[in-house]
């Protein structure tokens, strides 16, 4: 069996076994793409309607790297922002003996001390960039900063402030700005209207967009969320959010993707801020103790979910709804991987476990 045939096998059984009911993926070289697909429905209801190359899926986390993180890019480019910049410096509430060596580049690698999530019970989920700023910034941290990486939303949440009053406009419209720097290809328009990487899914692409379900506390509960984001914080920040709050098309993904291999290869043709020295910058393993945390980035160990096979120099990220993008500049492949688990599918240890299938099934690719 090819390699081509055993990730399609693996992407196969994760539908039947019920831990996503649609999928898309492109797998490809800084060239081109090598192979892309659909599979499934969009949810599993049998009535449900076929998934397309162009469906767009809820990002979820991948929002942490493809927007936030190429953002911050541009601003560390441009010196509007300083990695060794004090978050104290940038947050007038972000005070306290505890915090006060914390920098943006703690918050970009999940080292500032803060937890994954808002963690007082008695605490209602905040409502806008005020209430999200102050809590976050009032909030006692579990740990000395650097001493140690937990990955966190808030630290992106932070980020996605910063990145908006550093660059003078809401998150999306800084993200757009990147993109339509991009070479056609780069951008990818798809077959159909809509088809692309955005926080707002155009009118003419969410009927075809893969539905999510609301977590147990979302006060959505109890219906489908259709190009909704399905993260609450993001929903309550608007539905543009540094760490969550992105749509996009596999295909559309892996032409991001391919903009980032080449400038890992070393390309210095790409548009900004995606040359070879800011990507290297950005996706070089951390210094802090057992982490394998980048600038916003992971990186490949054996225990990721990008499997066993792909080099040392390989990074990516996945998104709680079943999406994952890593990139090896060594073997010179990207795999794109997108899917709705959070659509009443399997667990996150189902879906890890696919990944890891997936990405080793292409091994030799």
């Known amino acids: ?39 499934g ?13 162009d469906t767009p899926f809820d990002l979820a986390s991948l929002t942490k790297v493809i927007a936030t993180t190429t953002i911050l890019m541009e601003l560390v480019r441009t010196g509007r922002v300083r990695l060794d910049e004090r978050v104290s410096a940038c947050f007038e509430e972000w005070r306290g003996a505890d915090r006060e060596i914390a920098t943006v580049r703690d918050l970009l690698e999940h080292a500032s001390g803060m937890a994954a999530r808002l963690v007082d019970p008695l605490l209602q989920c905040p409502q ?15 740990y000395a900063p650097r001493a140690r990486s937990v990955y966190s939303d808030l630290d992106f949440v932070l980020l996605g402030f910063l990145a908006a009053d550093r660059g003078g406009a809401p998150l999306a419209e800084l993200f757009d700005r990147i993109m339509v720097r991009q070479k056609p290809d780069t951008r990818y328009e798809g077959t159909e209207e809509g088809a692309k990487v955005t926080f707002d899914v155009p009118v003419a692409a969410r009927r075809r967009t893969a539905p999510t379900l609301p977590l147990a506390d979302d006060p959505r509960r109890g219906r489908l969320l259709v190009a909704e984001v399905q993260d609450n914080y993001a929903v309550r920040l608007g539905g543009a959010a540094g760490h969550a709050g992105l749509f996009g098309t596999a295909p559309a993904v892996g032409a991001f993707a391919r903009v980032l291999l080449r400038a890992a290869r070393g390309d210095p043709d790409g548009p900004p801020p995606f040359s070879p020295e800011m990507v290297a910058r950005f996706v070089t393993r951390s210094g802090v103790p057992s982490s394998s945390r980048a600038l916003g980035w992971d990186t490949m160990l054996p225990t990721s979910s990008c499997g066993t096979r792909m080099s040392g120099a390989a990074f990516g990220h996945v998104g709680f709804t079943g999406t994952s993008l890593w990139i090896d500049p060594q073997r010179d492949r990207y795999f794109v991987l997108l899917t709705n688990r959070a659509c009443g599918g399997g667990s996150l240890d189902d879906m890890r476990s696919l990944r890891r299938a997936f990405h080793d099934a292409l091994g030799g690719f």
């Open 1 to 39: 069996m090819n390699a081509v045939d055993a990730a399609r096998q693996v992407v196969e059984r994760g539908i039947t076994g019920r831990i996503f009911p649609a999928a898309t993926l492109d797998v490809g070289a800084s060239s081109e793409s090598l192979w892309h697909g659909a599979f």
């Open 41 to 53: 429905t969009l949810t599993f209801d049998r009535a449900s309607a076929p998934t397309i190359l």
């Open 128 to 142: 806008g960039r005020r209430e999200f700023e102050h809590e976050i910034c009032r909030m006692r941290l579990e």
